[in-house]
């Protein structure tokens, strides 16, 4: 009965490498979100869908791509990744008020 | 963009000590949501309070829009109460503006 799941969990991968995280999310909300949360721990907004329209984007390099196939999934495809994009990336989502995050997908790019 | 403020960074107690912690922000705001991160990373709902008061259990949370501050007392404090504690605030548009934290570490 998970709410807000991601997958994978963990993720290990080259420089230069492709790769993608996938959400999906069984409460129903219209609007999901991506975030990223760095080594120091600081969370930032990266994306946000509503009803599988692109609502949010913020300044986040064009190697990241947002692609939501119904409103229940937001996935996250990075090309080329550098040593930079090592960090933790959570997906949320919410109706009208609370976002409700997934549990994080642990990217370490070598 | 609007900025949200922590305190303390880093807080440590002994199990069994209160604790305040608070969230200062520069604009108003639709919304104000208090978060747990656990050891295990996973970020936990607490409240949802962009005014007024809220109680669950041990924690509780107050949120004074117009002076632009919010605080979460965290009473009897365990050991499982380890870990971040995050205020973010949204001002418009659904989009979440998080603090950079409190670090907090209960000892048995």
């Known amino acids: 009965d998970t709410a807000v799941s991601q997958t994978p969990k963990y993720l290990v991968t080259q420089m230069g490498n492709d790769k993608s995280i996938k959400c999906e999310q069984n409460?129903?909300?219209?609007?999901m979100y991506w975030y990223k949360q760095d080594s120091k721990k600081f969370l930032k907004i990266m994306f946000s869908y509503n009803n599988k329209e692109l609502i949010i984007n913020e300044t986040v390099p064009n190697r990241f791509s947002p692609k939501s196939p119904d409103k229940a999934h937001l996935n996250l495809h990075i090309n080329s990744l550098e040593l930079g994009d090592s960090a933790v990336y959570f997906c949320?989502?919410?109706?009208?008020?609370?976002?409700?995050f997934g549990p994080g997908t642990r990217l370490l790019v070598l | 963009g609007i900025q949200v403020e922590q305190s303390p960074p880093d807080l440590i107690l002994q199990e069994g000590a209160n604790s305040t912690l608070r969230c200062n922000f520069s604009d108003s705001v639709n919304n104000l949501q208090w978060f747990h991160q656990n050891p295990w990373g996973q970020l936990i709902n607490l409240f949802y309070?962009?005014?007024g008061t809220k109680q669950n259990g041990r924690l509780s949370a107050t949120t004074v829009a117009t002076e632009r501050y919010s605080l979460l007392y965290i009473s009897s404090s365990q050991t499982t109460d380890s870990g971040v504690y995050f205020c973010a605030v949204e001002t418009s548009g659904s989009r979440l503006t998080f603090g950079e934290g409190t670090q907090l570490t209960v000892n048995p």
């Open positions: 949320a989502s919410s109706a009208d008020e609370t976002q409700y």
């Open positions: 309070i962009p005014s």
């Open positions: 409460l129903g909300h219209d609007t």
